[in-house]
C-alpha cells in the first residue's frame, strides 16, 4: 500500500514536533517554479506545501512569512478559502494534493490579500499546478520502483551466476 514516504526521501524526526525530509534535485525545483509561480499568479505574501505524514506534517517547502494552520483545517478532503480572522483582505488557500491512487499527500497553502476569494480560471490554474506536481512525484516513485526492480534483477541474475 503506498503511502506517502514512499513519495518522498530522508524523512526523520528532528524532535517530537518537528520532522525534516530532502527531495531530489527535480522536485526540489519543481516546487521552487511552482511556488515563484503561486507567489505571482495569485500575488501571494506566502507559500508552503506540506507533506501528511503518520507522524504529523512536515513543511517541504516555505516562501514568505510564517503559515499558521489548525490541524483542523488540514483534515478535510476539499479546496478551502477563508478570510483570515482580523484581516478582512487576506484569504488564506488551503488545496489538498491528492495522488491518483486517491492517498491525500499533503497541501498547498497560501496566503494573498484580495477583495474576493480565487476565480474559476485562478481555481483552473491552481489545479494545473498541482497536477504538475503530482505527475512529477509519480513519476519519481514510478522510476524508483523500475531501478529498484531492475536491481532486484541483476542481484538474481548474479546469484544465480554464482551459485551455478
Known amino acids: 500500500m503506498p503511502n506517502v514516504e514512499s513519495y518522498i526521501e530522508g524523512v526523520s524526526l528532528i ?16 516546487i521552487e517554479n511552482i511556488a515563484e509561480l503561486i507567489l505571482h499568479i495569485f500575488d501571494a505574501s506566502s507559500f508552503s506545501i506540506v507533506a501528511n505524514l503518520p507522524a504529523g506534517v512536515v513543511e517541504l517547502y516555505k516562501s514568505g512569512p510564517e503559515i499558521t494552520v489548525a490541524k483542523e483545517q488540514l483534515s478535510d478532503d476539499i479546496f478551502n478559502e477563508s478570510i483570515i480572522e482580523h484581516h478582512p483582505k487576506i484569504f488564506r488557500v488551503i488545496s489538498p494534493i491528492i495522488l491518483p491512487s486517491g492517498l491525500k499527500f499533503g497541501w498547498f497553502i497560501f496566503e494573498r490579500i484580495s477583495d474576493s476569494p480565487l476565480t474559476e480560471k485562478e481555481k483552473s490554474i491552481l489545479n494545473s ?7 512529477q512525484l509519480v513519476q519519481r516513485k ?3 520502483s523500475m531501478s529498484f526492480s531492475q536491481i532486484v534483477k541483476v542481484c ?6 554464482i551459485t551455478a
Open 156 to 161: 538474481s541474475v548474479l546469484i544465480n551466476f
Open 129 to 135: 499546478l498541482q497536477k504538475n506536481y503530482v505527475n
Open 142 to 144: 514510478n522510476s524508483f
Open 15 to 30: 524532535d517530537e514536533q518537528q520532522l525534516t525530509t530532502s527531495l531530489d534535485n527535480d522536485i526540489q525545483k519543481n
